[in-house]
């Protein structure tokens, strides 16, 4: 079965740019949508379609996905974004979740 | 504004089926539009697709609990459900209803309810 793999933790300090990877095979030829959950709240949708941001999402937040990897980047990264990411794809009208990243900001 | 709230036991013993209904305000279930579906997160740990339905197309299950699982469309009620028959303390998790506008795999699911929390204990 399909599976995408991402780093399980991640610190960043406040300001910087953050870079989450999703990896699997030939990643880049499906699409890719990203996940923020905070403890105790459900999941928030950031990025589909590889690259696109719903209604709401700052521009800090962009997607791209080449190759066998898609990536989530937060410029300027503040406190706030402390938080819980998930990158989802799909394989043969499977939808599949990687593990997540856990997003320390300090 | 589309919500969606999740109901349901909070507690299912070994063996018996977890059942959980989602009812969605705000838009026709029947809206070709959209598609529906069910997430678990067991406790400190990452998301789990169970599921999706789309009102006119059959579902599609998690391979991993196909042969437990079925969603179900109730177009009167403007609902869908969730039963997974033959559990066990493995499937004690949250449980999320979500809904993509479009396919998930491009579209993502952008509407989660709130999460319903399922236990399973004797």
């Known amino acids: 079965s399909y599976e995408v793999t991402q780093p399980p933790s991640l610190s960043v300090s406040p300001g910087q740019t953050t870079t989450i990877t999703c990896s699997g095979d030939?990643?880049?030829?499906?699409?890719t949508s990203w996940y923020q959950q905070k403890p105790g709240r459900s999941p928030v949708l950031i990025i589909f379609?590889?690259?696109k941001r719903p209604s709401g999402i700052p521009e800090r937040f962009s997607g791209s996905n080449s190759g066998n990897t898609a990536t989530l980047t937060i410029s300027a990264t503040q406190a706030f974004d402390e938080a819980d990411y998930f990158c989802?794809?799909?394989?043969?009208?499977?939808?599949?979740f990687g593990g997540g990243t856990k997003l320390t900001v300090l | 504004q589309l919500q969606l709230q999740e109901s349901g036991p909070g507690l299912v013993k070994p063996s018996e089926t977890l059942s959980l209904t989602c009812t969605v305000s705000g838009v026709s279930i029947r809206s070709p539009r959209y598609y529906w579906g069910w997430i678990r997160q067991p406790p400190g740990k990452g998301l789990e697709w169970i599921g999706n339905i789309h009102y006119s197309e059959s579902a599609n299950y998690n391979p991993s609990l196909k042969s437990r699982v079925t969603m179900s469309v109730d177009t009167s009620k403007n609902q869908f459900s969730l039963e997974l028959n033959s559990v066990t303390a493995a499937d004690t998790a949250i449980y999320y209803c979500?809904?993509?506008?479009?396919?998930?795999?491009?579209?993502?699911?952008?509407?989660w309810g709130q999460g319903t929390t399922v236990t399973v204990s004797s």
């Open positions: 379609d590889d690259n």
């Open positions: 979500a809904t993509a506008e479009g396919t998930p795999a491009r579209y993502g699911m952008d509407v």
């Open positions: 030939e990643l880049g030829t499906k699409y």
């Open positions: 989802q794809t799909s394989d043969r009208s499977t939808v599949i």
